[in-house]
């Protein structure tokens, strides 16, 4: 029996997979300890804000042009950017750890040639490696992405859930568009000026009190 490719990535990008996502923030701890994030709307201005000028468009290249790598040459320069990208220890520490975690699990229970990469670049790689079809792959990194920086939102803001969820329904076009966007641009095309969750992200690392790793 073939497994519907949907299926796949939904196991890949589901909480149950162990990739410690729900340890990460992405820098939100620190804008809520700073006050910027305090409520719904502050949170959805922040979310929306990430995935469409921040990490959550880049990643997407990032996992397109990972999944497109002709060789493993090309596969490590894109990994090597990924790294660059990364603009802060913690960001570098979210995007490194999650993606050698998943290419653990992956080649695993795939038996796929998958080496220790940065977590898009992971993610796309593992679905060229399965015959995943790559824009159903970019939606669910990218929604998976915003729903668990809803998760963190939820218990650091805190949101209800009601609040939290209603968030994330706003925004999954958003990932749909975005994902889809990032099939066509080009690595000279990443761009983010999300410098305040940047700064956030700086700061996290000697905040006083913290429940995530960044």
């Known amino acids: 029996m073939t497994t519907d490719p949907i299926l796949t990535l939904a196991q890949w990008l589901s909480p149950a997979f162990p990739v410690g996502a729900f340890t990460y923030s992405h820098g939100l701890e620190a804008l809520v300890d700073m006050g910027t994030v305090h409520d719904t709307a502050s949170f959805s201005a922040w979310l929306t804000d990430t995935i469409q000028h921040g990490a959550g468009q880049n990643d997407g290249v990032l996992l397109a042009h990972a999944y497109n790598a002709e060789n493993v040459d090309a596969l490590t320069k894109i990994d090597n950017l990924a790294r660059a990208l990364a ?6 520490l979210e995007t490194d750890q999650q993606g050698a975690a998943f290419a653990r699990t992956a080649a695993a229970i795939h038996d796929l040639d998958l080496t220790a990469l940065t977590y898009p670049v992971a993610v796309g ?4 490696l399965q015959n995943l079809p790559l824009r159903d792959t970019a939606r669910l990194f990218l929604h998976a992405f915003a729903a668990n920086l809803t998760s963190a939102a939820a218990r650091l803001v805190p ?6 969820q209603a968030t994330l329904a706003a925004v999954t076009p958003l990932c749909q568009e975005m994902a889809d966007r990032a099939l066509t641009l080009s690595l000279d095309d990443i761009a983010a000026s999300t410098f305040v969750s940047d700064i956030a992200s700086m700061r996290h690392e000697t905040q006083y009190s913290r429940l995530f790793r960044s």
């Not at 603009?87 to 570098?92: G, P, Q, T, V």
């Not at 790689?125 to 060229?128: I, N, Q, S, V």
Request: no cysteine.
């Open 87 to 92: 603009l802060s220890a913690e960001r570098l």
């Open 125 to 128: 790689r593992a679905a060229r």
């Open 159 to 164: 949101l209800g859930q009601t609040q939290a």
